[in-house]
């Protein structure tokens, strides 16, 4: 699962199968802006949730 761009922001998901928790880090031209956090079940998150959650950020912060 790589980065996700958009409209020069960097979206890289990490997660921990152990904990099943994970969090996406946001960047905006190269620069830390915050940390978007979530759970999951299974030996992966989802893509689509992960897209999911990516989309709703972009939108609620005008992205």
């Given at each position: 699962m790589?980065?996700?761009?958009?409209?020069?922001?960097?979206?890289?998901?990490?997660?921990?199968?152990?904990?099943?928790?994970?969090?996406?880090?946001v960047?905006?031209?190269?620069?830390?802006?915050?940390?978007?956090?979530?759970?999951?079940?299974?030996?992966?998150?989802?893509?689509?949730?992960?897209?999911?959650?990516?989309?709703?950020?972009?939108?609620?912060?005008?992205?």
């Amino acid at each position: 699962m790589g980065a996700i761009e958009r409209n020069g922001y960097t979206f890289e998901p990490e997660f921990s199968v152990i904990r099943q928790n994970g969090a996406i880090h946001v960047y905006h031209h190269g620069k830390f802006v915050e940390e978007i956090r979530f759970e999951f079940n299974g030996e992966f998150p989802d893509h689509d949730e992960i897209e999911e959650l990516v989309n709703h950020y972009c939108f609620e912060h005008n992205i």
